[in-house]
């Protein structure tokens, strides 16, 4: 391998926090980023599982041969007796200097406000974090929740939404927003005349199961998050591809249904960010990329959890996709192995797949190299203008 990337820094463009008391108990059960119950025994035989206890066993400087129950145990004992040192050690080997972090928890359509982040748990996010620089991320689809929630007439709504997440933006200050709205209705976004959405907004207001009237309003909030993104210059996070079933009906998450909003021309001056690769819709996002310059896209999530994919699909995406406008990501979430495996092996992967372009001599060696700096950290500092590593 010419284009060896171990040592190279790091910055994830889209992860969560892993507060302490929030994990699954089975180590294995972290493995699924759906949210109906999975037998322990199937995730003990995914392929990420088994990359992911391999990995687990040099850092710990454990034989290959170590049984998986005496990793677990070994890791679950590290981080209970000196959480900060393991969270040290996994930063450093994966070389991190940066996360981009959505506190915007829950995740779900119900806004339940039992899960949100507790302010202790956020700050706990910067103690396990010591060392690396936090950037924080916040979701436009929970202040319009909240003036729902209070019963805000449509005539005070946009101006209301605007206000509350501008202040949202500086009070947290924030470097993105984030948009859910895959979650919620899909990504079919529809321009719709105010009339409408006024009597669509109405009707959701009386009746939250009407799905019809909820996407009327849900196209809207969007909309609106992506003016706000305009106005302030920074970059709307818009979650694409996998998510989590039942919650996010995947069929909805093909990133060209948002072919109407894109190609509004406000929309077409404010940065979108489209995370998780759009997977497994890679090839379609590479070719959004490649006709929208606004448009910028990470590879969260599918990396690191759709395990040996990565090769195959990063060069399925680098078809059409500049690499300039490739982000790498890893939506980890729950434990913090997952941002962590996710660069270690995001590094050998993205090392494997340029290389094999050098290899053909499509490309030398120098832009694998800058293309691969790129991608780690360069192109995030330059999109969120955060300033140099
Ligand atoms: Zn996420």
Redesign the pocket.
């Known amino acids: 391998m010419k284009l060896d990337l171990t040592n190279y820094p790091v910055t994830d463009n889209?992860c969560?926090p892993f507060p302490a008391g929030r994990e699954a108990k089975e180590f294995e059960r972290n493995f699924c980023i759906g949210l109906y119950p999975v037998p322990s025994e199937d995730m003990r035989n995914t392929l990420y599982y088994h990359m992911m206890l391999g990995e687990l066993k040099r850092l710990y400087g454990m034989e290959t041969d170590t049984p998986d129950s005496e990793v677990i145990r070994y890791r679950n004992q590290f981080i209970r007796e000196d959480r900060s040192g393991y969270m040290q050690k996994l930063w450093k080997d994966a070389g991190y200097r940066k996360f981009l972090v959505?506190f915007g928890y829950p995740i779900g359509q119900k806004h339940d406000r039992s899960k949100y982040l507790r302010p202790e748990e956020i700050q706990g996010m910067y103690e396990d974090c010591e060392g690396v620089e936090i950037h924080s991320i916040n979701r436009v689809e929970w202040v319009a929740n909240e003036l729902m929630e209070e019963g805000t007439p449509f005539s005070e709504f946009t101006d209301l939404l605007i206000q509350r997440t501008k202040k949202m933006v500086e009070r947290e200050h924030l470097t993105a927003l984030k948009s859910v709205i895959a979650y919620y209705t899909g990504l079919e976004v529809k321009i719709l005349p105010e009339a409408r959405v006024k009597a669509g907004y109405e009707r959701f207001l009386t009746d939250p199961t009407d799905g019809e009237a909820e996407k009327i309003v849900r196209d809207y909030t969007f909309l609106v998050g992506c003016q706000i993104c305009h106005e302030l210059d920074i970059p709307l996070q818009i979650h694409t591809g996998l998510g989590d079933s039942p919650d996010c009906n995947l069929i909805k998450g093909n990133p060209f249904l948002l072919y109407d909003a894109m190609n509004l021309p406000e929309i077409r001056e404010t940065k979108l960010m489209l995370i998780h690769g759009a997977y497994p819709y890679l090839e379609e996002l590479g070719m959004i990329l490649n006709h929208y310059e606004n448009v910028y896209a990470d590879i969260s999530?599918f990396c690191p959890y759709a395990s040996i994919a990565a090769e195959d699909k990063l060069l399925k995406l680098f078809e059409l996709a500049p690499l300039n406008k490739v982000c790498f990501g890893t939506?980890g979430?729950g434990i913090p192995e997952h941002s962590w495996f996710g660069a270690v092996y995001m590094k050998k992967a993205l090392g494997w797949a340029l290389d094999s372009l050098v290899d053909r001599g499509y490309i030398s060696l120098s832009f694998a190299e800058q293309s691969a700096e790129n991608i780690l950290y360069r192109n995030v500092d330059r999109i969120y203008k955060l300033g140099k590593v």
């Open positions: 889209h969560h959505d999530s939506d979430a």
